[in-house]
Nanobody, 124 residues
């Protein structure tokens, strides 16, 4: 079992930045890849960015390329998401997810473990 806890959400003005962090505990050795998803009101769950757990291989969602950066710290068992140039339409709940296997999947059902989510609000 893997336990995930997100932190770092909050409110920011359009164009601002936030940094989310996801701390993993439990059966860490079973993790192959981790990702961030978001649930924006009225839209489907969306893949934001993902990373392999034991390498620097990453993938970004099309809508966040060049603005969001995912990074991992193996020593701390954390995966961070640096979000820059935030837009109002990116307001929603951001979730951290983990899966076995190294493939960075872009669909939620491929992930076995989920955090409780953290709210991000982009508003003036």
């Amino acid at each position: 079992q893997v336990h995930l806890v997100e932190s770092g959400g909050g409110s920011v003005q359009p164009g601002g930045a936030l940094r989310l962090s996801c701390a993993a505990s439990g059966s860490i050795s079973s993790i192959g890849a981790m990702a961030w998803f978001r649930q924006v009101p009225g839209k489907d769950n969306e893949f934001v960015a993902g990373t392999r757990w034991t390498s620097n291989s990453t993938k970004d969602g099309d809508s966040v390329k060049a603005r969001f950066i995912i990074s991992r710290d193996s020593a701390k068992n954390t995966v961070d998401l640096q979000m820059n140039s935030l837009k109002p339409e990116e307001t929603g709940v951001y979730y951290c997810a983990a899966k076995p296997g190294r493939i960075i999947a872009k669909v939620g059902p491929r992930y076995d473990y989920w955090g409780q989510g953290t709210q991000v609000t982009v508003s003036s």
